[in-house]
């Protein structure tokens, strides 16, 4: 008979933490890494904003996207958005529009902006 082995503690697939304020802090040393010069502004500038500052932040192969939690489930009904190049962004929305934004802060306000009612404002 074999012995069981207990299961491994749930981990994040993309290994940037459980934690919001973990994953934030991941998600820029990771960009820091690597030659990703727009993604890491925007990153930067999502960052800095309260309102998407206490969401979840991941990637995808090139869309930032933000959940209300840094678990599963992942929620996939908040807004993306991805370089373009040239200074320029693009916003998927919730309800799977896409709107251009011609810099970084244009486009986390886009962000922001198509952000559902029911998320919460930080404190």
């Given at each position: 008979?074999?012995?069981?082995?207990?299961?491994a503690?749930?981990?994040?697939?993309?290994?940037?933490?459980?934690?919001?304020?973990?994953?934030w802090?991941?998600?820029?040393?990771?960009?820091?890494?690597?030659?990703a010069?727009?993604i890491?502004?925007?990153?930067?500038?999502?960052?800095?904003?309260?309102?998407?500052?206490?969401?979840?932040?991941?990637?995808?192969?090139?869309?930032?996207?933000?959940?209300?939690?840094a678990?599963?489930?992942?929620?996939f009904?908040?807004?993306?958005?991805?370089?373009?190049?040239?200074?320029?962004?693009?916003?998927?929305?919730?309800?799977?529009?896409?709107?251009?934004?011609?810099?970084?802060?244009?486009?986390?306000?886009?962000?922001v902006a198509?952000?559902?009612?029911?998320?919460?404002?930080?404190?």
């Amino acid at each position: 008979m074999s012995e069981e082995m207990p299961a491994a503690p749930w981990a994040p697939v993309d290994g940037l933490g459980e934690v919001v304020e973990e994953r934030w802090r991941r998600l820029h040393e990771r960009l820091g890494v690597r030659d990703a010069s727009r993604i890491r502004e925007l990153v930067e500038a999502a960052r800095a904003e309260p309102r998407l500052r206490v969401l979840s932040p991941g990637m995808t192969l090139c869309w930032l996207r933000f959940s209300r939690r840094a678990t599963p489930p992942i929620c996939f009904d908040l807004p993306l958005v991805r370089a373009l190049g040239n200074g320029r962004y693009e916003v998927r929305t919730c309800d799977g529009r896409l709107q251009e934004g011609p810099g970084t802060a244009e486009a986390v306000a886009l962000v922001v902006a198509e952000l559902p009612t029911d998320v919460p404002a930080p404190l």
